[in-house]
T-cell receptor, first 112, second 111 residues
Framework: DQQVKQNSPSLSVQEGRISILNCDYT??????FLWYKKYPAEGPTFLIS?????DKNEDGRFTVFLNKSAKHLSLHIVPSQPGDSAVYFC???????????FGTGTRLKVLA | SQTIHQWPATLVQPVGSPLSLECTVE??????LYWYRQAAGRGLQLLFY??????ISSEVPQNLSASRPQDRQFILSSKKLLLSDSGFYLC??????????FGSGTRLTVV
């Protein structure tokens, strides 16, 4: 049972345009969400987070939106750069469980 | 500053052989420690986590086991590897609910 889903395995975007990566979850008890970026043969690196008490969090070119009623979050990257090409994972956690559940990832390719 | 060390970076092992992957954390005390596996098309699957010495929680029934003999050491083991154990293994740590820091990973190929 996949509690965190990323239904788009891949996405291609032109350099300078917006990249939108989507993530859905099923557990209404999740209250903290993260996005990680991963290059091949490396560990994931933290990008941005959002708590369930917010619906938006922004950090430079990266913005995460949370729609609790739809159990949906998205990561916007504006403007997209070729160095953003990587696999992006969303992750969700329920307070007190000490663990994050990750989605299957979306491979983003930014075309120069 | 906190750092996490994971080794080896790559490993090729025959079916039926044992496995030991080690992870150590520096610069923090009493971290929560995690083992994840990335298999083809499966995302990051949580295998084990530990909130203290000797405390191991298993998330997925499988051929693997984990141990935490010291506060900042986490070991992933198997007595007999299967082909299906191949994947990219990641160790991670946290000291609160606000996300992990991952190690650089171990690429395990069982042949």
């Amino acid at each position: 049972d996949q509690q965190v889903k990323q239904n788009s395995p891949s996405l291609s975007v032109q350099e300078g345009r917006i990249s939108i990566l989507n993530c859905d979850y099923t557990n209404s008890m999740f209250d903290y969400f993260l996005w990680y970026k991963k290059y091949p043969a490396e560990g994931p690196t933290f990008l941005i987070s959002i708590s369930s008490i917010k619906d938006k969090n922004e950090d430079g070119r990266f913005t995460v939106f949370l729609n609790k009623s739809a159990k949906h979050l998205s990561l916007h990257i504006v403007p997209s750069q070729p160095g953003d090409s990587a696999v992006y994972f969303c992750a969700a956690s329920e307070t007190g469980t000490y663990k994050y559940i990750f989605g299957t990832g979306t491979r983003l390719k930014v075309l120069a | 500053s906190q750092t996490i060390h994971q080794w080896p970076a790559t490993l090729v092992q025959p079916v039926g052989s044992p496995l030991s992957l080690e992870c150590t954390v520096e610069g923090t005390s009493n971290p929560n420690l995690y083992w994840y596996r990335q298999a083809a098309g499966r995302g990051l699957q949580l295998l084990f986590y530990s909130v203290g010495i000797g405390q191991i929680s298993s998330e997925v029934p499988q051929n693997l086991s984990a141990s935490r003999p010291q506060d900042r050491q986490f070991i992933l083991s198997s007595k007999k590897l299967l082909l299906s154990d191949s994947g990219f293994y990641l160790c991670a740590w946290s000291v609160g609910p606000y996300g992990y820091t991952f190690g650089s990973g171990t690429r395990l190929t069982v042949v």
